[in-house]
């Protein structure tokens, strides 16, 4: 991914008033990051753990959602993210939703997909993270990350509408 600017990732966002824009928390570190690792820039916002954000390249363009993230109930053995296919134990998968941009999302429409909950997919894709547990295949680095792309776009496509 190729590094983001602070109001380059607040111009991308499509299911945000602009007040939601100028007040989300954009991370600090964005010239320490890896951007060479990361096929999409998440974070959770350290001051409303129930907000998380996602910033990535769809279409030729630079789109950003903000999420919710469903409290966790009951006891969860393992789940699997949809987007990176890691498996985690307990907490390490959450579903996440987003308001649907335009006219369905202030309808109050939305989408929802179960993710690594610190999303790090890219992290545990390319092992630079262990917390998850990866399936064993016989797929290239190369088809695991257009795999995962794939399926982020297809979830950024059902926000967009």
């Not at 001051?47 to 919710?68: D, H, I, M, Q």
């Not at 993270?129 to 990350?145: C, F, P, Q, Y």
């Amino acid at each position: 991914m190729t590094p983001l600017t602070e109001p380059a990732i607040r111009a991308a966002f499509v299911n945000c008033t602009k007040g939601e824009v100028t007040r989300l928390a954009v991370p600090n570190d964005l010239a320490e990051r890896q951007w060479s690792d990361l096929d999409f820039l998440g974070w959770r916002d350290p001051g409303a753990p129930e907000r998380a954000y996602l910033v990535a390249e769809s279409a030729g363009e630079l789109v950003g959602v903000a999420l919710r993230v469903a409290s966790q109930t009951g006891r969860v053995r393992r789940s699997m993210c949809s987007l990176c296919l890691t498996t985690h134990t307990g907490d390490g998968v959450s579903l996440m939703t987003a308001r649907k941009a335009g006219r369905e999302g202030r309808q109050g429409n939305s989408v929802g997909a179960y993710i690594c909950t610190d999303l790090a997919c890219s992290l545990y894709l390319r092992g630079k993270r262990n917390a998850g547990r990866r399936i064993d295949e016989s797929i290239t680095l190369t088809e695991k990350v257009e795999r995962t792309t794939s399926h982020l776009a297809a979830f950024l496509a059902k926000v967009v509408g």
